[in-house]
């Protein structure tokens, strides 16, 4: 059984989901069976967004799958040109996703857009304290069960914290051994935030770039000694660390590897707590991601942002 996390709302997050970002096109078809092979697999977690163009696709895997709407956690994202209208593009997800609610709604970045897909200069309306007001009002609807962000950083989610009423269930980041994020991941817990980490097999930002710890020294001695894989290794540290980890895989022996946790020695989890402290390796590995997108809001340099 997959290990699941219980989040601030009440609910419970199970910790090993199918990330369905399949490049800019949504994957059409692939989309809609990787999601139904997983379902058969044993997942009962899917993490979509209405920038992944697939939400149609990974609704009608979902009903084709015959398991209980009930028994699936469900996520999508908010984009970034509707931080104008919350509960439209909210409706727009549900309409697209053939649901009546969602288990978690994010906001998929902090920076807004306009309509037209422009970005709305840092600070200026709607601000990404006015969007999390929106989307606080969500969760009177019965459309959402908990509401989360992602890409927030700790500076973000200190101002989010002050200005608003809703603690976020959840904040989803680029998050696996290169980039452990300590900070990040010691106020999460202070405040009662799961963590949750996409691409948690250091894929790089190449679409389809073979995963960096697959090949890691440490990683491989690990997975030599417990009899099992890589990429278990780098999933289940994530795991054990306590974030809910997001792997994409349209293979169904990988994805079955990917939902098969295992138990590390505290040994083990300081080994690759500092792999990225090995020359070169802390560091973000895709080409859009939180920690750019916070540096360039702030115009702080990448040391500062630890
Ligand atoms: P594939 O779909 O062929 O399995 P992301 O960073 O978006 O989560 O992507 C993960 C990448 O790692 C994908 O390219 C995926 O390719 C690959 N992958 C997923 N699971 C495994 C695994 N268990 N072993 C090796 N590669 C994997």
Same mark, same amino acid.
């Given at each position: 059984d997959i290990p699941s996390f219980p989040l601030n709302s009440g609910y419970k997050m199970p910790s090993v989901g199918m990330g369905v970002w399949l490049g800019p096109d949504g994957g059409g078809e692939a989309a809609k069976q990787m999601c139904l092979t997983a379902l058969q697999l044993g997942y009962r977690h899917i993490d979509t967004a209405s920038g992944y163009a697939n939400e149609e696709q990974v609704g009608r895997a979902i009903r084709e799958s015959g398991v209980p709407r009930e028994e699936i956690f469900l996520t999508t994202k908010l984009p970034n040109h509707h931080h104008h209208k919350v509960a439209e593009s909210l409706q727009e997800s549900?309409? =697209?996703?053939?649901?009546? #609610?969602?288990?978690?709604?994010? !906001? /998929? $970045?902090?920076?807004? #857009?306009?309509?037209?897909?422009?970005?709305? @200069?840092?600070?200026? %309306?709607?601000?990404?304290?006015?969007? $999390?007001?929106?989307?606080?009002?969500?969760?009177?609807?019965? =459309?959402?069960?908990?509401?989360?962000?992602?890409?927030? %950083?700790?500076?973000?989610?200190?101002?989010?914290? *002050?200005?608003? &009423?809703?603690?976020?269930?959840? +904040?989803?980041?680029? !998050? /696996?051994?290169?980039? @452990? %994020?300590?900070?990040?991941?010691?106020?999460?817990?202070? *405040?009662?935030?799961?963590l949750t980490a996409y691409s948690p097999l250091g894929r790089p930002k190449e679409y389809d770039g073979k995963p960096v710890f697959l090949e890691d020294a440490d990683v491989l001695k690990i997975a030599q000694i417990h009899g099992t &894989?890589?990429?278990?290794?780098?999933?289940? $540290?994530?795991?054990?660390?306590? &974030?809910?980890?997001?792997? *994409? %895989?349209? +293979? @169904? =022996?990988? !994805?079955?590897? +990917?939902?098969?946790?295992?138990?590390?020695?505290?040994?083990? !989890?300081?080994?690759?707590?500092?792999? /990225?402290?090995k020359p070169g390796m802390h560091r973000s590995l895709l080409k859009f991601h939180s920690v750019s997108l916070d540096a360039k809001i702030h115009g702080w340099t990448y040391e500062q942002l630890g």
């Open positions: 549900l309409d =697209k996703l053939g649901a009546d #609610y969602v288990d978690l709604y994010l !906001m /998929h $970045w902090p920076q807004a #857009y306009t309509d037209d897909n422009k970005m709305i @200069p840092y600070g200026e %309306s709607p601000t990404y304290v006015e969007t $999390w007001r929106d989307m606080e009002k969500l969760l009177g609807t019965g =459309k959402v069960r908990s509401i989360g962000v992602s890409n927030f %950083s700790v500076a973000l989610l200190e101002v989010l914290l *002050k200005e608003t &009423t809703v603690v976020p269930a959840a +904040n989803q980041v680029e !998050m /696996h051994p290169c980039l @452990p %994020s300590f900070e990040l991941k010691t106020y999460c817990d202070e *405040k009662g935030i799961i &894989t890589p990429a278990q290794v780098t999933l289940s $540290w994530g795991i054990q660390r306590g &974030t809910v980890v997001i792997p *994409k %895989s349209e +293979n @169904p =022996k990988r !994805m079955r590897q +990917n939902i098969t946790v295992i138990k590390l020695t505290s040994e083990d !989890m300081a080994v690759i707590d500092s792999i /990225h402290q």
